[in-house]
Nanobody, 125 residues
Framework: QVHLVESGGGLVQAGGSLRLSCAASGGTFSRYAMGWFRQAPGKEREFVAA????????YYADSVKGRFTMSRDNAKNTVYLQMNSLKPEDTAVHYCSAGSRYGTGSSHDGDYDYWGQGTQVTVSS
């Protein structure tokens, strides 16, 4: 059983930056590809970014490509999402996820086994 705890969310003006962190415990962190997803009010959960088990490969949704960077530190059992040039449409609860099915990560939420409780990101215009 893997336990995930996100942090780093908050309120920021458009154009600003935030860095989300997700700390994992209870499992062998390097066995899991990791993903970030988000859900805005009234909308379905959507893929944001994914990273492979060793951090060699990353994947991004088109909406965040060039603005967000996902990374991981397997020694610290932590994954990060650096978010720059934030836009009001980035406002959502952001969730961290861990999956063992695909070593390279996936954009499908059904491919992830464990989820954090989420952290709110609010971008004001």
């Amino acid at each position: 059983q893997v336990h995930l705890v996100e942090s780093g969310g908050g309120l920021v003006q458009a154009g600003g930056s935030l860095r989300l962190s997700c700390a994992a415990s209870g499992g062998t962190f390097s066995r899991y590809a990791m993903g970030w997803f988000r859900q805005a009010p009234g909308k379905e959960r959507e893929f944001v970014a994914a990273i492979s088990r060793r951090g060699v490969s990353t994947y991004y949704a088109d909406s965040v490509k060039g603005r967000f960077t996902m990374s991981r530190d397997n020694a610290k059992n932590t994954v990060y999402l650096q978010m720059n040039s934030l836009k009001p449409e980035d406002t959502a609860v952001h969730y961290c996820s861990a999956g063992s099915r695909y070593g390279t990560g996936s954009s499908h939420d059904g491919d992830y086994d464990y989820w954090g409780q989420g952290t709110q990101v609010t971008v004001s215009s």
